[in-house]
């Protein structure tokens, strides 16, 4: 989240307003189980140490939990550290400019390709760098043809925003009638590069034994960041597995999606993010589909299409003349009206749709 020309003034700010031993007593209070102190070095200079700790936050995407913490702080209270008011003022600051567009304000194009309402998945994608434990994992539900699948364009455009590595996995590509673990194995494996990759062989006589997959998986995703750790920390690792509902997909890819989870639910897998289409919280044990986040698809409605088109005239700065505009939004909504398939609906609204942008002149 934040930039690189932010670090160095915001550790001046907490130079200012920490010494060396107060901020190393702020650290180690548990705010809510960030557990800051793990991201303090050793062996450096005061100065030095601010610096790299802000450096740490921002490899592991713990920054915005920090400046969360610093804004909405109340200060040092006799004898507890705190932020100053300067420091809290700054964070307030790099947190605001750093917050999701607004309704109003969002991009009508997510990767080129027309985005439409989905307003509970952009509030959750806004919220998932900065989240802990389950909160990590975003299930992607709803009817066939609502566009599911389609949510992936907005959570790669959003990876690319958070220095995030993204790895989709897509259970629809293969033509096997049954998918095997390696298809949800291999290109994490390959991508990540995990040590997993050298026994892969072993794994795939191994699909009728999940458990001994899944507990490979997770050491090799252990190993992985605990390497990484040793030198360099590695930037997330945002997993996104389409298709779960899929008749081809069985239950051992099930079992073994819902081991990723539990690592990283109970804290075994810190540096990995998953984004889980298809799959029904009610899939999930214990209070887990409680403290997942979920969005549920649906296809736009009237007043949506109507308030992209808006949004639209204004990213182009157009005043189409009034006439022009309630034609627009007539056309629009004759779409709505019309009896059809819901496989119908998508490619009858996008050709309205690339009707009246042509002749409302909204188009590049």
Not at 44 to 60: C, D, S, Y
Request: net charge negative; glycine share 6%; proline share 8%.
């Amino acid at each position: 989240m934040l930039a690189p020309r932010d670090i160095k003034p915001l550790s001046e700010k907490i130079v200012g307003s920490f010494s060396e031993s107060e901020f190393d007593r702020f650290l180690i209070t548990d705010f809510n189980g960030l557990h800051l102190a793990d991201y303090a070095p050793s062996g450096e200079a005061w100065p030095v140490r601010a610096v790299v700790f802000i450096i740490k936050l921002v490899n592991r995407e713990r920054d915005a939990e920090f400046l969360s913490l610093l804004a909405g702080h109340a200060g040092p209270v006799d004898p507890l550290p705190g932020p100053n008011q300067p420091l809290r003022d700054m964070a307030a600051a790099l947190l605001a400019a750093a917050l999701p567009p607004q309704e109003a304000h969002r991009p009508c194009f997510v990767n080129g390709r027309l985005f439409i309402n989905r307003d509970s998945l952009w509030g959750a994608i806004a919220a998932f760098p900065a989240s802990q434990g389950a909160q990590r994992i975003l299930l992607v539900d709803g009817d066939p043809g609502t566009g599911k699948s389609y949510s992936a364009q907005l959570v790669s455009q959003s990876s690319s925003h958070t220095r995030a590595r993204y790895i989709p996995i897509d259970l629809a590509r293969s033509t096997a009638p049954e998918a095997g673990l390696g298809e949800l194995t291999a290109p994490l494996a390959v991508r990540l590069e995990l040590a997993l990759k050298q026994k892969f062989d072993d794994l795939a006589q191994e699909a009728r034994d999940v458990l001994r997959a899944g507990e490979r998986l997770v050491a090799a995703l252990q190993e992985r960041e605990q390497s990484a750790q040793a030198g360099t920390v590695p930037e997330p690792w945002w997993i996104l597995v389409d298709g779960l509902n899929l008749p081809r997909v069985g239950p051992g890819i099930i079992d073994l999606v819902l081991r990723l989870v539990q690592a990283i639910d109970q804290g075994e897998c810190n540096n990995v993010w998953l984004v889980l289409i298809g799959l029904k919280p009610e899939r999930l044990t214990g209070a887990l589909p409680q403290l997942v986040r979920v969005d549920r698809s649906s296809l736009p409605l009237p007043d949506h299409v109507e308030e992209w088109l808006l949004r639209l005239v204004q990213e182009h700065k157009s005043q189409p003349a009034d006439p022009d505009l309630a034609e627009a939004r007539d056309s629009l909504r004759q779409t709505f009206a019309k009896s059809q398939p819901v496989q119908q609906f998508w490619p009858s609204l996008l050709a309205a749709l690339a009707a009246v942008r042509a002749k409302l002149q909204l188009v590049p």
